[in-house]
């Protein structure tokens, strides 16, 4: 039921706007009279849409003053606008689309700001210090998991300056069309994954031996930097490749296995464990941003301060990805615009192409991706979804963008392409190089990752109190009108840097609540 005590609230987007949001929490029931002396006339629930205007059909129905939808009947003003009584825009045309044709005023840089983080030999800087095991093949998940469940009993308290040991679990490696064209897109994915800050430049793979993807495929001569000088002397500049191969003649029943892969692992731990944390500028954070379980309130609280957010760090001179090429493609025109150069605005327009003819091929196209939770949230569908998204990226200038599971190499704003699942789009952004992730959520989900911290924004105040625990910052009190998206903003800030520095852990990391990795295979299946 709404809150009696509180008066009732719409929220626009934009002044051109013809449906608002109701605000409070359980909607408002018909007959209710806002400020503005607008009626309700059905019941609306919180999150969704009313009508300020009566609109014919056919008319534009306008929020954040993007059409929508069209009216298909018509709806005076006073009502619930639900999906139902719309329908979906056509797709933008990605010809004759602006190109690099925003021209903001450089934002001041921000200053001194710094963390506490793990410099790697490549350059690179980890928020965490973690041993990860990388896997050639689904085939040797088990035994990797019982040999991680033994490191982290027998050994990891022997090494108090290592956070953690992960398998890096996947469903790929055999029984796929290892040669395909697009298969280079979940090989290197892992392959960057192994390679994460977080790790420390520490590679050991377990390998069952017959899979599609050997350990050499994977992993390539020159592809794992050096991890100290005792590998300079040794092949010629690269880490020699630390593989467990299971149906090596020499394991003699499962725990030969076992023991082999605690044994190769101690010699990761000990170098890992004589790293220390030291100061280093802001700067040297690499956030990924992402959303997920979205509603209505995603782009009116939780993602505008993301994209203030997302401001600072660039200002800061750190990098930010954001993602979600389903959940962006009906913004393109403001993508393009943002670009640095007009080729940023054409690897934009790349990857927007490549996903569509990769939906084309499923027989889907982009309204497959919004939720049953999403709808309930008040989403009608993704062109609303993707104006509430895409203000995660906040104002800066785009300058770079990545095909799925490539490596991160500049600092600014980029646009990584990933399909919009949440564990797809984390893993894909593990790959790009991230060494700390933001997730606003709408709905709720208790989403984290074992080799990244990530930290939760919850929309809505009242998610915030219902899951206190496992929400880290609320930015529902911007639509409360306790906070603004600029204060919000900042308390995400100061979090990244106190999560990234190990002074503060989040509730995820708390709990350790891990999704599995889940790379991103468009190459067929045999």
């Known amino acids: 039921m709404p809150n009696p005590k509180r008066a009732p609230l719409y929220i626009t987007m934009h002044d051109s706007d013809n449906v608002a949001i109701v605000a409070n929490p359980g909607g408002l029931p018909p007959g209710t009279v806002f400020p503005s002396g607008l009626t309700l006339r059905d019941h609306v629930p919180q999150g969704h849409k009313v009508a300020l205007a009566n609109l014919a059909e056919g008319d534009a129905v306008r929020r954040y003053n993007v059409p929508i939808g069209y009216a298909v009947k018509d709806i005076p003003a006073g009502s619930w606008v639900h999906e139902r009584l719309l329908k979906m825009p056509q797709a933008r045309s990605l010809d004759n689309l602006p190109v690099a044709t925003a021209k903001p005023e450089p934002m001041p840089p921000l200053q001194d700001f710094t963390f506490e983080g793990f410099r790697n030999a490549d350059g690179s800087v980890g928020t965490r210090n973690i041993l990860a095991i990388t896997q050639t093949v689904q085939c040797v998940a088990g035994v990797t998991d019982f040999a991680v469940q033994r490191i982290k009993a027998d050994l990891l308290p022997k090494y108090p300056n290592v956070d953690d040991v992960v398998a890096l679990e996947h469903g790929y490696g055999c029984g796929v069309a290892i040669d395909a064209p697009d298969a280079v897109v979940p090989i290197r994915t892992l392959r960057n994954i192994s390679l994460n800050p977080n790790f420390g430049g520490e590679v050991m793979l377990v390998s069952l031996g017959c899979e599609k993807l050997q350990p050499d495929r994977l992993m390539p001569p020159g592809t794992i930097p050096l991890v100290d000088e005792r590998d300079a002397a040794g ?16 394991h003699v029943g499962f725990m030969s296995m076992v023991e082999s892969i605690v044994r190769q692992a101690e010699v990761h731990l000990k170098r890992l464990d004589a790293r220390r944390r030291e100061t280093v500028p802001a700067s040297e954070l690499v956030v990924g941003v992402q959303c997920g379980g979205s509603d209505a309130f995603s782009g009116v609280t939780a993602n505008p301060a993301v994209g203030f957010c997302t401001d600072l760090l660039v200002r800061a001179g750190a990098s930010v990805m954001f993602s979600e090429t389903t959940e962006v493609r009906d913004g393109i025109a403001q993508l393009t615009a943002r670009a640095t150069t007009p080729e940023v605005a054409q ?9 569509d003819a990769y939906l084309q091929r499923g027989s889907v196209d982009r309204s497959a991706n919004t939720t049953p939770g999403n709808k309930m949230g008040g989403l009608s569908n993704i062109v609303e979804k993707a104006m509430g998204s895409i203000v995660k990226s906040g104002s800066a200038p785009i300058s770079g963008v990545l095909a799925p599971g490539e490596k991160l190499r500049q600092k600014g704003l980029t646009y990584a392409a990933t399909p919009a699942s949440d564990f797809i789009c984390g893993t894909l952004q593990l790959a790009a190089g991230m ?6 959520t709408g709905r709720g989900t208790p989403y984290g990752l074992a080799e990244v911290p990530v930290i939760k924004v919850a929309t809505r105040s009242d998610l915030a109190r219902r899951w206190h625990d496992l929400m880290d910052v609320n930015a529902g009190t911007i639509a409360d009108g306790t906070a603004t998206v600029e204060e919000v903003g900042w308390e995400l800030f100061r979090l990244m840097l106190d999560v990234a520095s190990g002074r503060k852990k989040t509730w995820a990391e708390q709990w350790k609540l891990h999704n599995a990795l889940v790379l991103f295979n468009p190459a067929p299946v045999t």
């Open 235 to 250: 092949d010629g500049g690269d880490s020699k490749l630390d593989v467990v191969c299971l149906q090596d003649e020499a």
């Open 347 to 355: 690897a934009l327009i790349r990857e927007m192409a490549w996903y």
């Open 435 to 440: 060494n700390l992730h933001v997730f606003t």
